[in-house]
């Protein structure tokens, strides 16, 4: 069994559609101060689906037909304990994280597909802008660029 990975690129059968079926989801965002996340769905591609973020089969060990979409209309909030109870229960499934460039692919497909619903698209800025404002340090003058006394 895969070491569940609950955050950022971490990835989860999910179960959807048919009673027995499970569909990849892509764990995009880390828990916002309540505990939700961003999660996206991978579905088989078909003529007329989504084309803002296709994925191939090499991209994901899951992935075994040939075209992949990812389904941002049925992006969904989740609460990272959910998400921890649901492996605890065997509900769902953890499988390998994906790629960070194929990642980098689906997550800027969040705000660019038309079908990504609208408080989604809110909820990724806000984490966004959570994300860059954690990794933006000063950065310390070098010893030449500090004033003498």
Request: include cysteine; aromatic fraction near 8%; proline fraction near 10%.
């Amino acid at each position: 069994m895969t070491t569940p990975n609950f955050f950022k690129r971490g990835t989860l059968l999910v179960p959807s559609g048919p009673p027995g079926k499970k569909h990849l989801h892509v764990i995009c965002t880390d828990p916002d101060p309540t505990g939700r996340q961003i999660l996206v769905s991978i579905s088989t591609f078909k003529p007329g689906h989504d084309e803002t973020c296709i994925l191939l089969s090499f991209q994901h060990p899951w992935l075994w037909k040939d075209k992949s979409f990812v389904d941002y209309g049925f992006a969904a909030l989740r609460e990272h304990r959910e998400l921890i109870r649901g492996v605890e229960l065997d509900v769902f499934i953890p499988m390998d994280d994906i790629d960070r460039q194929t990642f980098g692919r689906i997550r800027s497909g969040i705000e660019r597909s038309p079908f990504t619903p609208g408080p989604i698209v809110r909820h990724y800025r806000n984490a966004l802008v959570v994300e860059r404002g954690a990794s933006a340090m000063p950065i310390p003058k070098v010893r030449s660029e500090v004033e003498p006394n």
